[in-house]
């Protein structure tokens, strides 16, 4: 019963780690591409934090 539940438990953490593994290549990817988008327009943009501060302004 132990040794079922220690492996259901690693199958599990290596789940959640393919996920995450997943998710972080994701938001790298979605990154890469709003980059791009800010760095190959002929508009100003200013993105701003909640402070409105900015943090990339783009002319």
């Known amino acids: 019963m132990r040794k079922q ?3 259901k438990l690693q199958q599990f953490n290596d789940e959640l780690e ?3 593994k ?3 290549e994701q938001i ?3 990154e ?3 980059l791009s988008l800010i ?3 002929l508009d100003v943009i200013s993105l701003m934090d909640e402070s409105f501060k900015i943090m990339v302004e783009r002319c």
């Open 32 to 34: 890469r591409r709003f």
């Open 18 to 20: 393919q996920k995450v």
């Open 5 to 7: 539940l220690e492996e």
């Open 28 to 30: 790298a990817k979605n």
């Open 39 to 41: 760095e190959n327009d």
């Open 22 to 24: 997943d998710r972080t």
